[in-house]
Antibody, heavy 119, light 112 residues
């Protein structure tokens, strides 16, 4: 069973940077698979933010690309998400998930972490 | 506005079958067999129910099945049970304009 654990601040001020990490304690993220970030505003649907392959290749949602960076820290076995210049529209539950190429077989998800953008 | 179009809600009685549609374009659903379906209960993370159009992950009931025709994918749930009541989301890979992953807006399934 692969567990994913998101963590980070629950409150971020407008125009500042949102930073989250996703720890994967029982699986080496450099061994394979893709690692994605997906978010869900309160009461709304899912939106893909971006993904990173085990080799470090990144793919981003075109609508967020200018503000997003996803990276891997193999020494800590975790995936990081950075979203810059946040607004209230970025308030959402943020999930990390494991998937295969072409966004296929997203079989493991974290429990999600709520990030609120407010002053 | 979501890239893929789903009905906002569907309903059915226990034991019945229902189908949820997911309409995309020739750049996503119509071009690739990388359609997935997710079930989400309130306050929970999404759960993968179908991947690559019609494949079920281990542990998912065979009451759930997926199919695709042209630019539209479908999820069918047979023998509806109370625990099937949830939100369902479809997703598809697309390479337009860049490698990308799009979701539907979600469908609320009510078991009457």
């Amino acid at each position: 069973q692969v567990q994913l654990q998101e963590s980070g601040p629950g409150l971020v001020k407008p125009s500042e940077t949102l930073s989250l990490t996703c720890a994967v304690p029982a699986y080496s993220i450099s061994s394979g698979y893709y690692w994605g970030w997906i978010r869900q505003p309160p009461g709304k649907g899912l939106e893909w933010i971006g993904s990173i392959s085990h080799s470090g290749t990144t793919y981003y949602n075109p609508s967020l690309k200018s503000r997003v960076t996803i990276s891997v820290d193999t020494s800590k076995n975790q995936v990081s998400l950075t979203l810059r210049f946040v607004t209230a529209a970025d308030t959402a539950v943020y999930y990390c998930a494991r998937h295969l190429a072409y966004a296929s077989r997203t079989d493991y998800w974290g429990q999600g972490t709520l990030v609120t953008v407010s002053s | 506005q979501s890239a893929l179009t789903q009905p906002a809600s569907v309903s059915g009685s226990p034991g019945q079958s229902i189908t949820i549609s997911c309409t995309g374009t020739s750049s996503d659903i119509g071009a690739y067999n990388y359609v997935s379906w997710y079930q989400q209960h309130p306050g929970k993370a999404p759960k993968l129910m179908i991947y690559e159009v019609s494949n079920r992950p281990s542990g998912v009931s065979d009451r759930f099945s997926g199919s695709k025709s042209g630019n539209t994918a479908s999820l069918t749930i047979s023998g509806l049970q109370a625990e099937d009541e949830a939100d369902y989301y479809c997703s598809s890979y697309t390479n337009s304009p860049t490698p990308n992953w799009v979701f539907g807006g979600g469908t609320k399934l009510t078991v009457l």
